[in-house]
Structures are given as structure tokens and as C-alpha cells.
């Protein structure tokens, strides 16, 4: 790969995507709208486009061609059409981020539980279903109409120091503050990645010859009681957890919910420990939030 296009790379795990491209010698591309800013200066091209507009998007693209695509903001069969009809017979490989919501709920979720080559394929936009079966069409459409090969890499939730969503930081806010935690389930158990280990991990993947789904996640599982008493540990304050006010809560799992990432260490990844460097980050926002 000598080459690659990122669309999604300004934030959070899309900028470790882009951070180990540059380091790996990789020419890239940021395509955006070029409304937000990027921490990359002339170490990277940019592409002014509209990714949800086909006319844009064609427009953009004209005459020009890369090694591999990185797809962050794919989220429907009709977000992945535009990208087909626009990219056909200009690049190598597409890496597309999806989401361990393909799966139903579970324990050691493989690759195999969800085939997207048969799913039923329809032609839907992400405000009208599900964010898991906006995912689900959209692994369909790529790997049904695509003319490239696709690897639908296939994530927990990211955490990480530049995490804008804030969830893990909604816990640690309510435990600080000595206010309950909602779960319906605290034995339930979740898998997460960390946002440099994602980047990374989609980075190589798309260095390498695989193609098709793949599943990437930290060594480890957690269940939510334990990720509270965590939490709590950092804190320095006793997490109160109910399972009765159904009140805000990120992580508020009914049941076991997690990847297996058997596949990608069978083919010489190598992951982090989950429990090595959660106490870590939780600190860190705890600090930061203490300020």
C-alpha cells in the first residue's frame, strides 16, 4: 500500500488510523467536508467532498485513483452504494468499520455468525433503521455489489483519551458525583478496543492481503459490575449500581455481548490486555475531569 484515501479521519480513532498510515510511509488522502480541522498539516492530501452525495463524491474523485480506501463513515446499504458506484476501477481494496452490532447478542461472537454475502439485501438510509442494521446493509451491499474486495472490520466500543462520545466519562462523572449507575444486568459482559489499537489494527488490515469480515478487540472481557468497581477504585468513591431506575446509561446491556478475535490472531495480530491499561484511561478522566 502506497497509497490510501481516508473518509472519516479527522477525530477520535479515525486520527490513530491516519497517525499509522504516515508512520507505515503511506501517501493519504483526508476526504471531508472540510468544515472541521485536522492535526496533520502537509503531512496529508486533502479531498474536499460530500461522502453521502453520489454527485459529490464522483465529482471529487475524478481522475484519480489509490491503493486503499478507509471507510469510517459508512453506515447503510445506501452510504456503501455511493461509495461502489464512485470508487469502481479506482482503488485496490476498500476497509470499511463496522461494528460487533452485526451480532446478536452473545458470548465469543466468530465471523461466521453473521454472513452479510447471504443477508437480504435493501436499500435503506441510516435514519430509518437501526444503527445495527444500518451495519448489517451495509456489509450486504459491499459484499454483494462491490466490484473490489471489502474487509468489514468488525469493532467493539472504542475507548480511548479523545473519546468524544463521552460514555466511559458518563460513569465516571456519576460515581464522582456519588450518583447511582443504571444496568438492567451487571453480570453482563462487554469487550471493548482502545482507540490507538483500533487505528492501528484497520491500518494493517488494509496493509494486508485478507479480505472479508474480520473482528478486532481487546484481550479480555469485563462485565459491567466490574467495570464499575473499576471505575470506583480510580474514583476513590463506592459505585452505587441499580438495576431498577431505568436512567442514562451508555454501556446498559441486557446481556453478554462480546467478539471473539481468534480469526485476526490466528492471522499474526497481536492485541493488548484489556485489564492493563483500563485502570489507566479511567484515571486519566478522572484527572481531567478533577480539573
Known amino acids: ?4 484515501l481516508v473518509l472519516g479521519g479527522t477525530r477520535f480513532f479515525g486520527v490513530n488510523l491516519v497517525e499509522t498510515l504516515l508512520e507505515k510511509g503511506v501517501q493519504v488522502t483526508i476526504a471531508t467536508r472540510q468544515n472541521s480541522t485536522d492535526p496533520f ?6 479531498l474536499k467532498l460530500d461522502r453521502f452525495s453520489l454527485e459529490s463524491f464522483k465529482e471529487a474523485v475524478e481522475g484519480r485513483s489509490w491503493d486503499v480506501v478507509f ?4 453506515f447503510s446499504s445506501n452510504d456503501a452504494e455511493i461509495a461502489v458506484k464512485a470508487l469502481s476501477g479506482k482503488i485496490g ?9 452485526v451480532y446478536d447478542a452473545g458470548e465469543n461472537m466468530k465471523e461466521e455468525l453473521f454472513d452479510p454475502k447471504t443477508y437480504e439485501l435493501k436499500m435503506v438510509d441510516k435514519e430509518n433503521v437501526t444503527y445495527k442494521e444500518g451495519k448489517r446493509q451495509a456489509e450486504a451491499y459491499f459484499y454483494q455489489k462491490a466490484s473490489f474486495p471489502v474487509v468489514a472490520v468488525r469493532i467493539p466500543i472504542v475507548l480511548g483519551e479523545e473519546d468524544y462520545t463521552e460514555r466511559l466519562l458518563h460513569y465516571v462523572k456519576n460515581i464522582q458525583e456519588e450518583k447511582p449507575v443504571y444496568f438492567p444486568n451487571p453480570s453482563a459482559e462487554m469487550c471493548f478496543i482502545h482507540q490507538i489499537e483500533a487505528g492501528q489494527f484497520i491500518a494493517g488490515v488494509g496493509s494486508s492481503d485478507y479480505s472479508g469480515p474480520i473482528n478486532a478487540c481487546a ?3 469485563i462485565t459491567m459490575n466490574e467495570l464499575m468497581q473499576v471505575i470506583g477504585n480510580e474514583v ?3 459505585p452505587v449500581i441499580t438495576t431498577v431506575d431505568q436512567q442514562d446509561s451508555p454501556y446498559a446491556i441486557p446481556e453478554t455481548w462480546y467478539l471473539s478475535n481468534e480469526k485476526a490472531t490466528e492471522l499474526g495480530y497481536s492485541f493488548t490486555n484489556l485489564s492493563e491499561w ?4 479511567i484515571n486519566h478522566l478522572n484527572n481531567k475531569r478533577s480539573l
Open 71 to 74: 471507510d469510517q463513515l459508512c
Open 41 to 46: 498539516g502537509d503531512k496529508v492530501d486533502r
Open 219 to 221: 484481550n479480555g472481557v
Open 93 to 101: 481494496r476498500y476497509v470499511f468499520t463496522s461494528t460487533l452490532s
Open 1 to 4: 500500500m502506497k497509497t490510501a
Open 236 to 238: 476513590g468513591k463506592e
Open 278 to 281: 483500563l485502570p489507566g484511561l
